[in-house]
């Protein structure tokens, strides 16, 4: 296992405290379970009884952060909306329009791996 890096620990101490503060509700920060792979992009999943976050992390740093937020806004999304729901969408695009990741590529690499998330990209949008 390998030492989560200070500046991802950073990014989700920032986003948790971005977030909590704007939606009036109590975060605990998760643990993290590190590993690297060869490739570009990073791939995770949580735990979500232990609040843990499991981050193979490739060599895209911007791949890489939109992966810890995906799996943050698992551990920062109410018990009935932690499983790819309207509600958990909501969350992860707010984390990432925060952290200013490149939209155009978050939702190509977001719509690759669920539709609901440009559904949630878009009503997001309207919000504005």
């Known amino acids: ?4 890096p200070v500046w991802a620990q950073k990014l989700v101490s920032d986003a948790i405290k971005w977030y909590t503060k704007q939606e009036h509700v109590k ?3 998760p643990g993290f379970i ?3 792979r060869i490739g570009l992009n990073s791939s ?3 735990r979500l009884r232990e609040n843990q976050i ?3 992390a490739g060599r895209n740093r911007v791949d890489l952060k939109l992966c810890i937020l995906h799996e943050l806004a698992h551990c920062l999304a109410p018990r009935e ?3 790819h729901t309207v509600a958990f969408w909501d969350i992860t695009w707010k984390l990432i329009r925060w952290a200013k ?7 190509q690499r977001e719509g690759e791996y669920k539709k609901g998330a440009l559904v949630a990209y878009r009503r997001g949008r309207c919000k504005k």
């Open 54 to 56: 499991f981050i193979t």
């Open 27 to 29: 975060a605990k920060a």
């Open 101 to 107: 990741l490149p939209i155009r590529y978050c939702k």
């Open 81 to 83: 909306a932690q499983f």
């Open 34 to 36: 590190w590993r690297h």
């Open 44 to 46: 995770g999943h949580t």
């Open 1 to 4: 296992m390998i030492q989560t």
